[in-house]
């Protein structure tokens, strides 16, 4: 059961909501709040109630289904069950399978968190494009891209500093694999040629 407000907001900004004298409706907009809690899908009621002047004919309630964000759907069928994808090992940052990928990761990547699969790590290389070297990054994904969360590919020259830069999107990507999936290829902003040292990664955010 959906709670309000903590769940949803209501156009009406009240729960109760009065139907005009003279009139036969009243219309009421509900917008989920995107929350980081994993709670399945819920479920909020409107019931007409009885009074006076008015009979109530039969179906006086109508439900409607709240479902989680996408990534804590994910987390319900990869864990089993509600309780597990409720508990630490499947936080966003957790690794419970111990492959080194958080599971808000995994989830970006298409991975599985219960079963270690570093082959779905984006790979690093150097590549030609417009005919200078860079540093590039690659990955997979469904598509369209799983919605909640953003994919952040970013490149430094500078460790120490830790400034990182948004990478661009290499000329023909993403590349559609028609099978459901996705390719995506970014480089890096500036060229490396030779041993010019370059960090690129990806960086996966909740929306
Ligand atoms: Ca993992
Ligand atoms: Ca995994």
Redesign the pocket.
Known sequence: MATFPADYSLSSGSAVVTIPAGQASATVTLSPTTDLLVEGTESATFTLAPGFGYALGSGVAGTIQIQDSPIDAWKIAAFGSLQNAQSPRAADAADW?G?G?ANSV?FALD???????TGRLPTVNRELIGGSEYLTLTFSRKKPAPAGVNYLIESTGDLTAAVWTPAVIAPGFPADNGNGTETVRARDTVPAPGRAARFIRLRVERQ
Do not use: L, N, Q, R
Not at 111 to 117: L, R
């Open positions: 399978d492959d990928i995994e991975a599985a968190p219960t079963t270690p699969d």
